[in-house]
């Protein structure tokens, strides 16, 4: 936490760009070193796949072309959203009102490039923002969802964002579904997958080696396109991110990490 809080206080004084260049520098490493010593393939399968997405444009970023892959072969994949979104464009309350729809149907747009039916998606709607902080009732509401869905749809593969991904809601997507998995007792493999951490989290700082441990590749040559039309799906997003921060996700290789139970 001091460590956190320390970066907190030095990214409010970088200039903007320089700032932006050396987390550019640093994901792109990282990413690069992953990708060539730090990974073993992951082997494609034919199982269900879950996809949890703590914002809409997460689930693309992070797992489009496995999700492509996927639908090409027939093998269903389901998205769920938790939050509604409404937070990447300020607090303006009409603004917000604005944005939760418009990125509903941009998510609705990007999921039917990379194959997914409107049926398989579902929208959980909890407030931007807010995951990390749900009061015990909700919290156990939300889990309930989760386990709901867990349950009617039995996955053999579950898509979750870092456990470290240096953002509240991607953290507690991750913590509410692993929770969701252990009330459900089902056997899955859980995979995370990388939006900020190789971004906001520095090396041997924030982020350790066994953060990084058990990292895998999965390639999606035969999907990049459909995986770049995903992502320029998202309009209202791609526009409010950093410079450099959408090439990551261009590779023609996504990272996961399995978590161990």
Same mark, same amino acid.
């Given at each position: ?67 492509? &892959? ?129 971004? &906001? ?61």
């Amino acid at each position: 936490m001091k460590h956190k809080n320390s970066l907190v206080k030095l990214e409010k004084i970088i200039p903007n760009n320089l700032l932006n260049q050396i987390q550019y520098i640093h994901s792109s490493l990282l990413s690069w070193w992953i990708l060539t010593c730090g990974s073993k393939p992951l082997v494609f399968n034919q199982q269900l796949a879950m996809v949890f997405s703590p914002h809409q444009d997460d689930e693309t970023l992070g797992c489009g072309g496995m999700i492509a &892959r996927k639908r090409e072969q027939g093998i269903p994949v389901v998205v769920t959203f938790l939050t509604d979104g409404r937070g990447s464009h300020g607090l303006d309350p009409h603004i917000q009102n604005k944005i939760i729809n418009i990125r509903k149907q941009e998510s609705l747009t990007a999921l039917n490039i990379l194959g997914v039916e409107p049926s398989k998606i579902h929208f959980l709607d909890k407030e931007d923002g807010t995951l990390k902080y749900l009061k015990l009732e909700e919290k156990q509401q939300t889990i309930s969802q989760i386990c709901e869905l867990l349950q009617r749809y039995q996955p053999g593969e579950i898509y979750v964002p870092h456990h470290k991904d240096c953002h509240q809601d991607h953290e507690a997507t991750y913590n509410l579904v692993k929770e969701a998995i252990a009330q459900t007792g089902i056997t899955v493999a859980l995979l995370q997958y990388p939006i900020w951490v190789f971004w &906001r989290a520095p090396l041997f700082i924030l982020l350790n080696l066994q953060d990084i441990a058990a990292a895998y590749r999965l390639s999606i040559t035969s999907v990049q396109d459909k995986k770049q039309r995903a992502i320029s799906a998202y309009p209202s997003q791609v526009q409010m991110l950093p410079r450099g921060f959408i090439k990551r996700f261009l590779n023609s290789e996504e990272i996961f990490f399995k978590t161990e139970f």
